[in-house]
Each structure stands twice: as C-alpha cells, then as structure tokens.
Nanobody, 123 residues
C-alpha cells in the first residue's frame, strides 16, 4: 500500500490550500482515510477523517475551516483548508486504515502513512 501526499506550500494567513493524497494497493473505499499534522516540537495530532461509512470527523481546531473529501474513482483523499492561521503550520500526513469509531482520531489506528507535505502559513 502506498500513499502519496501533495499540495503543501507557503500561504499567507487567511489563505487556502488543498492537499491531496493518492492511494494505491488496496480497495480504496473499503478503508478510512485521515489527515494528521505535526508541528515542530509537538506531537502528531488528528486533523480530519473520512470513515469508510461515509462519515467525516474533524478536530475542533479546524472545524468550519477544513473539509475532507475523497474521490473513489481516483483513489484520492483531499483536505481543503480555508482561513488558514499561523497555528496551522505543520507537516501534514495522510493515512489509511479501518479504525473502529472510537479510534478514528487515534494515529495508532491507521496502518499506512504517506510521506508528509509541509504547510507553512505566514502571519
């Protein structure tokens, strides 16, 4: 299973970016997808998830600003990020797995990860 993340970059506060994560090697729509992020000196944290059931989940810090979606035909999951803040600066990682509902926000519940893409928001 391979995941290839892309779309990161440098953006001013208030701007937008869309991250993409192309997945290969497993039946895409049978699994959940998630985005996590890790800022310098901080632990990796949950951002958003698109569960195989079709439901989506968000961290409180991004709710209303970020949207996770996916295109099953392209085996790709997206993270649309609007109204970006300096605090959103981090390396963003996509992941895939089949977590039970109570584990959907836990990084340990996902078994394959992409390489990460840097998002830098200037204030």
């Amino acid at each position: 299973v391979q995941l290839q993340a892309s779309g990161g970059g440098l953006v001013q506060a208030g701007g937008s970016l869309r991250l993409s994560c192309a997945t290969s090697g497993r039946t895409f729509n049978n699994y959940s997808n998630a985005w996590f992020r890790q800022a310098p000196g901080k632990e990796r944290e949950f951002v958003a998830a698109f569960r195989y059931s079709g439901h989506t989940y968000y961290a409180d810090s991004v709710k209303g600003r970020f949207t996770i979606s996916r295109d099953n035909a392209k085996n790709t999951v997206y993270l649309q990020m609007n109204s970006l803040k300096a605090d959103d600066t981090a390396v963003y990682y996509c992941a895939t797995g089949r977590p039970i509902l109570s584990m959907v926000r836990r990084s340990s519940a996902y078994d394959y990860w992409g390489q990460g893409t840097q998002v830098t928001v200037s204030s």
